[in-house]
C-alpha cells in the first residue's frame, strides 16, 4: 500500500513533525511512503502532486488551523486533486493554537466532506491543540503512541481508532500555564517590535 503526506503548513513545524511521526509509524507497518507540501502546487503547477495522488492508496492531509479552517493553499490543493482522489482512503490530522482541540472541528468536517465529495473512504481525523508551543522540537510519548495506533489501524484499512484521537487530544499542560508562557511570549514580541498596548483594540467601536 502506498502513502501520501500532504503537508498543509507553508513551514516546517508541527504539522509536519505530526504527519512525519504518523509515516514513520506507516513505514514500519510496511508502506511506502510518500511527501508533498501543497503550497508547492501553487507555484508549480499540480501535475506532479495529481499523479502522486494517482498512485497512493492512502491520503495523509496533516494541516495547522487557519482562522478556524484550512490554510487556502490546502483549500486549493483539494480542490485541485478531487478528480484524482476517488477510491483512495483519507486521513487527516490537524493542529492549532488554542488550547482546547475543539477548535479543529470544523475543519475535520471539511475535510471528511471532501472526502465524501471526491469518493474517498474517510478513516477519521486527529485533532491537536496548543500546536507551536506544546510540540515543541520533538513529540512526546502520547502523541508518538497515538500515532502509532493510528498507523496500525489505518495499514489494515480500518477508521483510526478512539484511543488514538483521545491521546492526541489530550491537553500536554494545564491551560492557565499555557496562556501564562504564550501572553509571556506575545508580550515581549510586542515590547520588541510593537508601538500599540497589547490589548489594543483599534477596531472595536
Ligand atoms: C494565519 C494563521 C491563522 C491561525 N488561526 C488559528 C485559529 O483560528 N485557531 C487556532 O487555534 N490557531 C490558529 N493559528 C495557529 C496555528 O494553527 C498553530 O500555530 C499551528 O500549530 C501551526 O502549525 P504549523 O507549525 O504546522 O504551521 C493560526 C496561525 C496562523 C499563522
Not at 485533532?127 to 508518538?144: D, E, H, I, Q
Not at 502509532?148 to 498507523?151: C, D, P, V
Given at each position: ?9 507553508p ?22 511512503t ?6 508547492q ?31 487556502a ?6 480542490e ?24 479543529n ?21 486527529m ?18 503512541i497515538?500515532m502509532?495506533?493510528?498507523?496500525q ?9 478512539d ?9 500536554p ?7 501564562l ?7 515581549r514580541v ?15 467601536h
Open positions: 500500500m502506498r502513502v501520501l503526506l500532504l503537508m498543509g503548513s513551514r516546517e513545524g508541527a504539522s509536519l513533525r505530526l504527519g512525519r511521526a504518523l509515516m514513520a509509524s506507516l513505514k514500519e507497518q510496511g508502506l511506502a510518500e511527501e508533498y507540501y501543497l503550497v502546487g501553487l507555484t508549480q503547477g499540480w501535475g506532479k502532486l495529481e499523479s502522486a495522488v494517482r498512485q497512493a492508496d492512502l491520503l495523509i492531509l496533516s494541516s495547522p488551523l487557519y482562522v478556524d479552517s484550512l490554510p493553499p490546502t483549500i486549493a490543493a483539494l485541485a486533486l478531487a478528480d484524482n482522489a476517488a477510491g483512495k482512503r483519507m486521513a487527516a490530522i490537524l493542529n492549532c493554537g488554542f488550547p482546547e482541540p475543539f477548535h472541528t470544523t475543519a475535520l468536517k471539511i475535510c471528511r466532506q471532501f472526502a465524501r465529495r471526491a469518493g474517498c473512504t474517510w478513516l477519521g481525523g485533532s491537536l491543540s496548543m500546536g507551536g508551543f506544546s510540540l515543541g522540537k520533538g513529540l512526546s510519548r502520547r502523541v508518538r497515538s502509532k495506533l493510528a498507523a489501524a489505518l495499514a489494515r484499512g480500518e477508521a483510526i481508532p484511543r488514538a484521537v483521545h491521546l492526541a487530544a489530550r491537553k499542560i494545564p491551560k492557565w500555564l499555557y496562556l508562557v504564550l501572553n509571556g511570549v506575545f508580550r510586542v515590547r520588541k517590535h510593537g508601538k500599540a498596548p497589547i490589548d489594543a483594540q483599534p477596531y472595536f
